[in-house]
């Protein structure tokens, strides 16, 4: 089944303890993205790649870091996670950018 | 950036009712999708439709890109329909989808 997975789905963590979500396509798609999603402030881009070791900043990108290492994976790293990181965090995928775009499940993280 | 509105915020149906949600977008795009969140919170794809009509099951979408709008229609609507239906557009550089505030369908039996 084509698919985007994230794992882990739910995650509660404290401040300060680095901490990966990942993510992995099996569609052989070039575009990955991540956004997050918040109440009252929608969803929003983190980080995208449009092919394997090319990577580039979304609109919140602070605290945060990715890598693309192969094409089917595409990891978030919290190097040292804060409260104002908890949210609903969603991985996508595409061919390429302008064509549709497929979502993970969600992982829904709680920084205390 | 582009600016995406959606209409109405919030809509409330009694079920078997149809509806019809709008997306306004402020600039070309060569991507567009609908999606609708569950209670889960999970984003299930409905449409890519950067123009043209598409039509699955009691669902059908049309954006006019010309004029810069989308719409989507459910018809007949039923209970599980309820939750967010968002609206995102995209155009490359930045390569990003730019969501709608969302639409909130509560469908009552």
């Known amino acids: 089944e084509a698919q985007v997975t994230q794992n882990p789905r739910y995650l509660i963590t404290v401040t300060g303890k680095k901490l990966t979500v990942t993510c992995s396509q099996n569609m052989n798609h070039e575009y990955m993205s991540w956004y997050r999603q918040d109440p009252g402030l929608g969803l929003r881009q983190i980080y995208y790649s449009m092919n394997v070791e090319v990577t580039d900043k979304g609109d919140v990108p602070e605290g945060y870091k990715v890598s693309r290492k192969e094409k089917r994976n595409f990891p978030l790293i919290l190097e040292s996670p804060s409260p104002n990181q908890t949210s609903l965090y969603f991985c996508a995928s595409s061919l390429y950018f302008a064509n549709e775009q497929f979502f993970g499940p969600g992982t829904r993280l709680t920084v205390l | 950036g582009i600016q995406v509105e959606q209409s109405p915020p919030d809509l409330i149906l009694q079920e078997g009712a149809n509806s019809t949600l709008r997306c306004n977008f402020s600039?070309?795009?060569?991507?567009l999708q609908w999606f609708h969140q569950n209670p889960w919170g999970q984003l299930i794809n409905l449409f890519y439709i950067p123009s043209g009509t598409k039509q699955n099951g009691r669902l059908s979408a049309t954006t006019v890109a010309t004029e810069r709008y989308s719409l989507l229609y459910i018809s007949s609507s039923q209970t599980t329909d309820s939750g967010v239906y968002f609206c995102a557009v995209g155009r490359g550089p930045p390569r990003k989808l730019v969501f709608g505030a969302g639409t909130i369908l509560r469908v009552k039996s």
């Open positions: 600039d070309s795009v060569n991507n």
